[in-house]
């Protein structure tokens, strides 16, 4: 199994960003999804989680800017970021707890995806 991220990148205050994370391999069924976030110095932090039901929980530092969603049908999840504040920049990494199809249950991580907020 394996995560991949994409949708990182620079950006100006204020601006936009859309990132995604695709789910690939053996899997059977996969559970929450979420996205983190590690600052320059700081301890990795939850920035949104997503059941597979589709009910989201935001950290309070993005919530009314940020979106978490996803696509059963492609083992994908999605954060749109808007209103990015220079606060925001750091690696974002998502995260899946899943079952493959050997029945083992599992937390998997994406690569990381650099998001930087400036002028």
């Known amino acids: 199994v394996q995560l991949q991220a994409s949708g990182g990148g620079l950006v100006q205050p204020g601006g936009s960003l859309r990132l995604s994370c695709a789910a690939s391999?053996?899997?059977?069924?996969?559970?929450?999804m979420g996205w983190y976030r590690q600052a320059p110095g700081k301890q990795r932090e939850l920035v949104a989680v997503?059941?597979?039901?589709?009910?989201?929980n935001y950290v309070d530092s993005v919530k009314g800017r940020f979106t978490i969603s996803r696509d059963n049908a492609k083992n994908t999840v999605y954060l749109q970021m808007n209103s990015l504040k220079p606060e925001d920049t750091a690696v974002y990494y998502c995260?899946?707890?899943?079952?493959?199809?050997?029945?083992?249950?599992?937390?998997?991580w994406g690569q990381g995806t650099q998001v930087t907020v400036s002028s």
């Open positions: 391999g053996s899997i059977f069924s996969i559970y929450d």
């Open positions: 997503i059941t597979a039901g589709g009910s989201a």
């Open positions: 995260n899946a707890d899943l079952m493959d199809r050997r029945f083992r249950r599992s937390e998997y």
